[in-house]
Every structure is written in structure tokens, then in C-alpha cells.
DNA sequence: AAATAGCCGTA
DNA sequence: GTACGGCTATTTT
């Protein structure tokens, strides 16, 4: 049966500021407050513009009130209401609680006001709890409260109808909105409770020092932003925009290209003409009624008239004509290289892969692989001038004109982190993502244009060889640890390991450093084969898809494979163990005590369960790097906030800028720089993960560098010698 | 207007 | 091999 709520005692909407002051007394008695604001979902809590169109606030379940804030239908005024709303935020007594309260945070900020005491997340305490998305309140609800699933459809229906929250009727928007913050504060406690289970005692120090601390340092960097050199990045467009448009006509111009596109208008016309010969079929026979007789010779008429349209070649509605060809378009393409009579003929490489399956489709592909090897095919020249458009037009694309259209009249850009963003425990960024910003020589440009504000320079901290490590202290393989206590290049070890040389590592890192040396590119080639090695074998990769990354045949990566096992013996132990795990209690633990649940691994199909084994290996590895990461920000946070670590003087610049998985950036004043960034690395290298997390590193230790930069493009390596307010002349 | 597919950027 | 988000083209509603 599918219960609704009513309007009755325990729902109502706030029509004086009296009624706000009893929401005040009722919070204060049971020292919880929920709330959820709806808010007109623009520029967000960042830009003026936008408002909290109402809040609802709950304080023991199944009562919950909304206050109308910006609402056309309300009288109250807001001016009234924040102050005493504020009192709710700032009184340490109260428990304040939300769905993804970095959200909620956020808006409570722009509104001047902070939140002081303990406060709750029940979708991060969900996410805890269980990594799998996913995890929305309406989601959620579904799942734990079913007789109340679906109670956002009315309200969403209304939304649509009317443009908007702000413009939904106060009684539905407000009698959803109660309903939200009623859920809220159910789940929620209901969650923490689920957390705080004996038998699971890593858990609640993960939501408390982890989660919730996150929540917090997100919602101080999302608030910030990172700064952007507009005027860098418009001239770097323009200069972009150029190239597209001179390489297409280039583009076009190829024979090959003009044959294809009159083909392309030829067979167009010749559908035109069958679908039309179709109509006048289905008018003929009486399947496409017509009114009487006269008016169906009229149709057919028009029809046929149309037909010698298009055989003289005419075509003129928007339906009718044919664009230009679209190098974008992976259709055309496929036409163009594969199966038009008229395109390249090519022999088909190798098809798209379902999503799902991840089978091969009937569709060609036409990615960058394929292009690459159908280069060698190509005489026209016209293989390069593709794979340079696709690489332009995703620049141009992403990573300047989104970014030109999000940056705000003060030339920042307020990204998203998520914390709940992935299974592993990583965070995820969007809007836009600031974690795939392009770093390669080719595209590096583009990472010039995220430059620190005036008078400061851009610190970026980046854990060393984060994910090795972490497999290096769960498996506790005495070799790989030897590599990390000698301050080895774990890659180059690997290389000297594999070709038996492992105690000539100080001459091979000579080697190395000396371009004129004779076995100089030897060496940098089989560093580079040790580190696709050590990769693939953490991530259990095909012995096809190594050999291809590695260069060498499948059998000599088997062979290669085969060796490092016998160098890092306790790695294959570890990682049989973590295939004893899943398949024992069906989720693995890092560290940290973050678990990835792995129920696919009782599946009946094998691909299934072998995904589950690839992952309970990957999970632990990846998502612990990553909460090393994390930890460090929210540390570095306190030392921040306790005048401990000092970047800046700046108020509007004192929060990290960016993290991205094993790095974090921040923005910093010339003068702070030499006492901050050993504190910073010390901090990063020695985390006290004993005192939040009852764990300690017992065979490797973190390792970080720090960078400085004029922009995020132009890094280099921090040193103690440099007199960094040079920099700023 | 919203959903899906293909491709491609990052760690 | 793992983990993501986002753009463009295209289909579906």
C-alpha cells in the first residue's frame, strides 16, 4: 500500500516569524535539526543571483516544518528569518543534519552564517556503509522506507509544469519539502546507528574522520574556486578556433572527403525519394487516410511533384539538405573509412564494444587505435588530419570553451568534488572536472590558464608512487618494501629486477641521468616496461593488452610477468588472499577500513566473478591511496585553521584548490613558502593515522614531493635554495 | 528534452 | 587492467 503524508499537525508550513521561533525551541529540545533547502539550480550558492526558494526543517521524525524564504506566495522576510536560523546553525548543541551536507553547507555559508558543532551526513554514512550507487535520498527512501517510494513524483511533476521550484505552489513544494527533511533525519540517525556497530569498528571513524571532514574542506574549495587567466584562455581559444577551421578546410578539400559527400547527397535523395515513393504507397492503399477523394490526389501530387524535386537535385527544408561531412560524427566516419563504396574502403580493425557486456557490437570502430594502425594504410594523408581534429576539437571543446562559459565575472571557476563520487573511496569532480584537466606536452597550453591569484603561487603536493606503496604495506613484500626503504625509483628497480641487475640500481639510475650514455635508451625503455609491468600485474591485465602496452610479444610479457612474480613473491600471495577474501565474506577492507562490497563474485557467470576478483585487488590498492589524500587535506586543513600552517594572509584564498587523487593544490604567498611546504610534506609523509584510524604503516612511509608554480602548466620542483618571491616580479 | 553511444581527457 | 566526467552526434520520448 502506498502511504501519503497529509497536511495534519506534524506537517506545516512557517507563516510568522513567531512560527520560526518555535522551530527554534522544538530544535533546541531535541537537539536535531534537519534541513534541506530547494533552491533555483543555476550558478548555485557560489553566484548572487540565485536563492533558496524554501527550507524544510525537521527535528525528531515524522515532524517536520518549511519555511518559506524566497517564495512569491510568502510574506515573511528573509532578513527576518536567516538570524534566527543562524542561531540553529551556530548552537553546538544541536546536531545538524542533511543529505550531502556539503550542499547545504555551502548555502548556509552564502548566507553569511557557518555551522559549529557535530554534524551528520546520511548519504555520506550511507555511501560508508555501502559504495554502490546509488545514493540519493529519493533512492534511498525507496529502499528503506517503501511504503513511501515515489513521494517526489508530484512535486516533480510540478517542477516541470510550472519551470522551477520557485514557482511551484507553496502547499505541494512545501509539504515535499518537510517530507525531504523528515527522511533525512530518519535515515540518517538510522545510518549512524548502522555505523556505530561493534563488529564493524572501523567504520565510524571512517564517517567521522574521513566523510565528514571532506565535506567540509569540499565545500570551503568549491566555494573558492580556482582562479583562471581569462585573458590567457580566450587568446588560446581564438588561436584553437583558428586551427579547427583552417585544418577542415583542409579536411575537405581531400578528394577521397568531396567523393564521399556526393555520395552522401546521392544517397540521401535516393531515400528521399523511397520514403516518399512509401507514402504515396500508403495514401494509394488507403493506410494513410485522407479526407476524400480529391484531397488524396492533392497528397499524391505534392508527392510526386517532390519526387522530381529531389531527382533534379533540389533540396531545400532544413529535413532535405545535406550538411557538410561531420568529422565528429563516428556514423559518418564509419562510413567514410569502412562501408561507403565511395569512402576508403579500409579493412575494419576492430568493433565498438557494448557497454554492458563489454562483447564486441557489428559497429566498426573508428577510435584512436584504429586510426593509428590505419595510418600506415593511408596515402592521402588524411589519417594525421583526423586524429589532429579529434585532438583539437576536444581541447577546444572541453577543456576551453566549457570552461570560457562556467568562468564567473571575477575569472574563477567553482568545480564539484564528490565524495561520494566512486566505489573505490576516490573522490570524483564535475562541473567541470578538474581531475582530467589534459597534461601532455601536446595539450599542456591548456593547463596554463589555472593560475593562482594575484600575489600568490600555486603549491601542488603529489604523493609518490601512492598505489605501490599501499600494495607494498598490505602484502608486505620484503623486495618491493626494500625498493621504498632505499628511496629507489620503484620503476627502474623493476626494470633492474626484471633484467637481473637489481644491484647495479645506483649505476642504472646514472645511466639514466646520462643522455650520451651508451645503454642510456635501453634503460629508459625498460623503466618504462617496468612500469607498465608493475600496472598490469597490480590490475590483473590480459597478457594481450601488456604485450601491446610493452612492446614485446604475448609470450615475452607472460615471460615478463613470470619474473616479476618471482622478484615480488608476497604481492602474488597477497593477492591470492584477496581472491580468499571476497569469495569468504564478499568484500574487502583497506587500510583505512574503507570496504568494497563484491557480491559478483557468487555470481553464476565467470566474467562476473572475475571482475570481482580484478577489483578486490584494485579497490583496496587504489581507494587507500587515495585516502591518504584525502586524510592529508583534512589535516592540513586543521593545521590551517589552527594558524599551525600558514599560506596566506589572504581570507578569500586560504582553502585547497583541487585535489586529484594523489595531489593537492594550493594557492600560497611567497613569504610562507619555506616553513609551510616541509611542515605540509612532514604532515603528508607521516600521517597520524594511529590516532584517527587506529592503523599504522608498518613497512613503507608515504612519500610526497611539492611543486611550485606560476600556473598549474608551468610546475617545478620545490626547493628550500629558491627565493620564490623572485617569481612574482 | 532526455537518454544512449562513441570517443577521449585524467589518476 | 581499475576508477571517473563530459562533449558531440544521434535516437527516443
Known amino acids: 500500500m502506498k502511504l501519503k503524508y497529509t497536511m495534519d499537525s506534524n506537517f506545516a508550513i512557517v507563516k510568522t516569524i513567531k512560527g520560526v521561533e518555535r522551530i527554534l525551541e522544538y530544535c533546541r529540545k531535541t537537539g536535531y535539526m534537519s534541513f534541506d533547502f530547494e533552491t533555483k539550480a543555476k550558478g548555485g550558492p557560489q553566484s548572487d543571483q540565485d536563492d533558496c526558494t524554501i527550507i524544510g526543517i525537521a527535528f525528531q521524525p515524522g515532524f517536520a516544518y518549511s519555511i518559506p524564504l524566497y517564495h512569491k506566495e510568502s510574506n515573511l522576510d528573509p532578513e527576518e528569518i536567516f538570524p534566527l536560523l543562524g542561531k540553529l546553525w551556530e548552537d553546538t548543541s544541536i546536531v545538524k543534519v542533511a543529505w550531502n551536507a556539503k550542499h547545504e553547507y555551502k548555502w548556509v555559508r552564502r548566507y553569511g552564517y557557518d555551522i559549529r558543532g557535530v554534524y551528520l551526513d546520511g548519504m555520506l554514512a550511507k555511501y560508508v556503509l555501502d559504495e554502490e550507487p546509488p545514493n540519493d535520498l529519493k533512492s534511498m527512501v525507496a529502499r528503506f522506507i517503501p511504503e513511501f517510494a515515489g513521494y517526489d513524483d508530484e512535486v516533480d511533476k510540478l517542477v516541470k509544469k510550472h519551470k522551477g521550484w520557485e514557482h511551484v505552489p507553496l502547499t505541494p513544494l512545501s509539504e515535499y519539502c518537510c517530507m525531504d527533511a523528515d527522511f533525512t533525519l530518519r535515515l540518517s540517525i538510522f545510518f549512524e546507528k548502522l555505523l556505530l556497530r561493534p563488529k564493524n569498528p572501523k567504520f565510524y571513524p571512517l564517517f567521522r574522520n574521513m566523510a565528514m571532514m571532506q565535506s567540509r574542506t569540499f565545500a570551503e574549495s568549491e566555494l573558492m574556486g580556482v582562479k583562471i587567466d581569462v585573458k590567457y584562455l580566450n587568446r588560446i581559444e581564438q588561436q584553437t578556433r583558428g586551427r579547427i577551421e583552417k585544418n577542415l578546410k583542409k579536411l575537405l578539400a581531400i578528394k577521397v572527403i568531396r567523393r564521399y559527400q556526393e555520395w552522401r547527397i546521392t544517397d540521401h535523395i535516393r531515400k528521399l525519394i523511397e520514403s516518399t515513393n512509401a507514402e504515396i504507397y500508403a495514401i494509394k492503399t488507403g493506410k494513410k487516410e485522407a479526407k476524400n477523394e480529391a484531397s488524396k490526389a492533392r497528397m499524391i501530387n505534392q508527392r510526386e511533384e517532390k519526387i522530381s524535386r529531389y531527382i533534379a537535385g533540389e533540396l531545400v527544408t532544413k529535413k532535405e539538405v545535406?550538411?557538410?561531412?561531420?568529422?565528429?560524427?563516428?556514423?559518418?566516419?564509419?562510413?567514410?573509412?569502412?562501408?561507403?563504396?565511395?569512402?576508403?574502403?579500409?579493412?575494419?580493425?576492430?568493433?565498438?564494444?557494448?557497454?554492458?557486456?563489454?562483447?564486441?557490437?557489428?559497429?566498426?570502430s573508428t577510435d584512436e587505435e584504429v586510426l593509428l594502425e590505419l595510418k600506415t594504410k593511408d596515402k592521402t594523408g588524411f589519417i594525421q588530419k583526423l586524429l589532429d581534429h579529434r585532438e583539437l576539437s576536444k581541447l577546444h571543446s572541453t577543456y576551453m570553451v566549457s570552461i570560457q562559459e562556467r568562468v564567473t565575472p571575477d575569472h574563477k571557476i567553482h568545480g564539484e568534488f564528490k565524495i561520494h563520487g566512486t566505489v573505490t573511496g576516490r573522490p570524483s569532480s564535475a562541473n567541470p572536472n578538474l581531475q582530467n584537466i589534459p597534461r601532455t606536452t601536446t595539450s599542456s597550453l591548456i593547463k596554463g590558464m589555472y593560475i593562482p591569484p594575484p600575489g600568490h603561487l600555486l603549491l601542488e603536493v603529489d604523493y609518490g608512487q601512492a598505489e605501490l606503496r599501499v600494495a607494498a604495506e598490505l602484502s608486505k613484500d620484503p623486495d618491493m618494501i626494500e625498493i621504498f626503504k632505499k628511496g629507489y625509483n620503484v620503476h627502474v628497480a623493476t626494470a633492474a629486477k626484471i633484467n637481473r641487475k637489481f644491484e647495479k640500481y645506483e649505476e642504472i639510475k646514472g645511466i639514466l641521468s646520462d643522455p650520451k650514455h651508451p645503454d642510456h635508451l635501453f634503460w629508459e625503455k625498460q623503466k618504462k616496461r617496468g612500469k607498465v609491468l608493475n600496472f598490469s600485474i597490480l590490475y590483473l591485465q590480459s597478457d594481450e593488452m601488456t604485450a601491446d602496452q610493452m612492446g614485446v610479444s604475448v609470450e615475452e610479457a607472460i615471460e615478463f610477468k613470470q619474473e616479476w612474480f618471482n622478484q615480488f613473491p608476497l604481492i602474488k600471495k597477497w593477492m591470492s588472499a584477496q581472491e580468499r577474501r571476497v569469495r569468504k565474506y564478499g568484500y574487502v577492507e583497506g587500510l583505512f577500513g574503507r570496504r568494497r562490497r563484491l557480491p559478483d563474485i557468487y555470481s553464476d557467470i565467470k566474467g562476473f566473478r572475475n571482475k570481482a576478483i580484478r577489483d578486490s585487488i584494485n579497490a583496496p590498492i587504489q581507494g587507500c591511496s587515495s585516502d591518504f589524500t584525502q586524510f592529508s587535506t583534512v589535516i592540513i586543513r586543521d593545521h590551517i585553521n589552527r594558524g599551525t600552517i600558514k599560506l596566506t594572509d589572504s581570507l578569500q584564498w586560504r582553502y585547497q584548490a583541487y585535489t586529484v587523487h594523489d595531489s593537492i593544490g594550493y594557492y600560497v604567498q611567497p613569504q610562507f613558502i619555506h616553513k609551510a611546504v616541509p611542515l605540509i610534506t612532514e604532515i603528508c609523509s607521516n600521517p597520524d593515522t594511529q590516532k584517527y584510524f587506529n592503523f599504522e604503516m608498518q613497512h613503507v612511509k608515504m612519500k610526497v614531493s611539492a611543486e611550485m608554480g606560476k600556473s598549474w602548466g608551468s610546475l617545478e620542483d620545490y626547493s628550500y635554495d629558491k627565493d620564490y618571491s623572485l617569481w612574482l616580479k
Open 322 to 364: 545535406v550538411d557538410e561531412v561531420n568529422f565528429n560524427s563516428p556514423d559518418q566516419m564509419v562510413q567514410l573509412l569502412f562501408t561507403s563504396p565511395k569512402g576508403f574502403r579500409f579493412k575494419i580493425v576492430k568493433y565498438t564494444k557494448d557497454k554492458e557486456t563489454k562483447r564486441p557490437t557489428t559497429k566498426p
